[in-house]
């Protein structure tokens, strides 16, 4: 349904130089279930929902939050949204025209269920994920108490100002040689056989593994440096242009920074904590931090480095972590003490946001 009304969205705006409306494709619904009999068998809100999700993506694009929408492939993750007609019990999920599906529900639900997201990995594990209105409102934020700078790298996942250094688990370095044995295996498979199918569940539950460890991962990380501090300062990397130094780019994505920041925000948010981000162009690796005094030049491979005005000895990443805390500290430095990000937000697609 998705790619068919993104196939005819494209055409219409190649014609005419406008999109159609989500109530102009929501009117052909019925006549689509005429001519498609199998339509029938699925739940209208669950095609309603993927029109509506197509829309908030044109939006989304429009707005320059978000890329143009793209079609969905069946061999990644598929999902469908149910907004209404649904129960969730302790041990499983009734779902319109499925019934009743046998589920493990594995955290205690606190809150008006709005909407449930049945997805399925590339894997072929299902999922469902529940959209929450939480009761009552988030603890106010608050900066009284410890803050603390987060420096991110490759050798040392995080090094705080503290001194404190967490090594990166280095999952897919792990699964590394399996992945690319079981990847040979899938290239010298028949296209669209059923062995070439099986070859690819296989690399997408290693990929899967590896995704699962991760995430569990920075979940606990996340948690831990919440928990220990009120105020926690990054730096506001740019990993997407990071990613560009193909030397780099595997270790980049294999710590994952933009996971933990995510994971790290809503968890302070959570607790009426304060996460905050410093200048794209901060120099906290070149600049002292004992006497302020800024390096020309730091290449990576510098990891110790001697100020020449106060001759203070300084580890890279601890002198940048504690940078990044004395950012936060010093008068009039521009950051929004209550935590607010004026970065722009993109329209949530249904399932996928504010999920517990």
Not at 206 to 224: E, T, V
Not at 273 to 298: I, L, Q, W
């Amino acid at each position: 349904m998705y790619n068919r009304f993104l196939a005819e969205w494209n055409k219409a705006y190649e014609k005419t130089g406008k999109g159609l409306s989500y109530t102009k494709c929501a009117n052909q619904l019925p006549t689509l279930k005429q001519e498609l009999p199998w339509l029938a068998e699925v739940a209208s809100q669950v095609l309603q929902q993927s029109l509506k999700n197509l829309d908030t993506a044109f939006k989304n694009f429009f707005r320059g939050t978000g890329k143009h929408p793209r079609f969905k492939s069946k061999h990644r993750k598929q999902s469908v949204t149910y907004p209404q007609g649904f129960k969730v019990n302790g041990s499983s999920v009734k779902l319109p025209k499925l019934g009743e599906v046998k589920a493990k529900v594995h955290r205690q639900i606190k809150g008006k269920v709005k909407s449930v997201t049945v997805s399925m990995t590339s894997s072929g594990k299902y999922f469902a994920s529940l959209r929450i209105e939480l009761l009552g409102e988030l603890p106010e934020q608050s900066t009284k108490g410890k803050v603390i700078g987060i420096d991110l790298g490759l050798d040392a996942l995080i090094v705080t100002s503290d001194g404190e250094k967490i090594k990166p688990a280095l999952f897919y370095r792990k699964y590394e040689k399996k992945l690319a044995k079981y990847q040979k295996r899938l290239s010298r498979k028949t296209k669209g056989s059923a062995n070439r199918n099986k070859a690819r569940l296989k690399v997408a539950k290693i990929h899967g593994k590896i995704a699962n460890c991760r995430l569990d991962s920075h979940h606990k990380l996340s948690r831990k440096i919440v928990n220990e501090n009120q105020v926690l300062v990054f730096e506001n990397l740019n990993i997407k242009g990071l990613t560009r130094n193909h030397c780099l780019a595997k270790s980049i994505n294999d710590a994952a920074w933009g996971m933990l920041q995510t994971l790290t925000e809503y968890k302070a948010k959570e607790q009426g904590k304060v996460v905050e981000f410093a200048d794209r162009f901060f120099p906290s690796s070149k600049t002292c931090n004992h006497c302020g005094y800024r390096m020309k030049s730091m290449p990576l491979k510098i990891r110790t480095w001697e100020c020449p005005n106060c001759g203070t000895l300084h580890d890279r990443d601890i002198n940048a972590a504690r940078n990044l805390r004395d950012y936060f500290l010093a008068p009039g430095s521009g950051v929004l003490a209550c935590g607010d990000d004026v970065r722009p937000k993109p329209e949530p697609i249904s399932g996928r946001g504010n999920c517990q």
